[in-house]
């Protein structure tokens, strides 16, 4: 079997900003989106841009207990609609790859089968 074709750190950036990358690259593109570990990658990518945006409130005078309150106020809905349009933006990520957006349907069916499958063995029902 051939290793997968991984992006260029340049490539990489792009991806994270939305770009499309080559066909060559959609195994990883498959991989990166439905594979083990997607949705804690999208969450981490979703997470960083906040962070220098957070940072700025540090600047401001006042309680720390002020300065924290007003990052809440920006982290919790941002942190609530990135986890809720999960699954719509890694399916739209598939469509503008030209990738299957039943793979997201297809990996999660899998993985409930394969928890399906432990439950019976570890309590024989």
Do not use: C, N
């Amino acid at each position: 079997m051939t290793p997968m074709a991984r992006p260029t750190p340049r490539e990489r950036i792009g991806y994270a900003f939305g770009r499309v990358l080559p066909p060559h690259l959609h195994d990883w593109v498959e991989h990166d989106l439905t594979g083990p570990g997607a949705t804690r990658r999208y969450i981490v990518r979703g997470l960083l841009p906040l962070i220098p945006l957070l940072a700025l409130f540090l600047l401001i005078p006042g309680p720390l207990w002020v300065i924290g309150s007003m990052m809440m106020l920006l982290l919790i809905p941002y942190v609530y609609f990135l986890i809720a349009l999960t699954y719509v933006y890694r399916r739209h990520r598939l469509i503008s790859h030209d990738l299957d957006p039943g793979l997201m349907s297809r990996r999660e069916q899998e993985r409930k089968d394969r928890e399906r499958a432990e439950y019976k063995r570890r309590f024989g029902h």
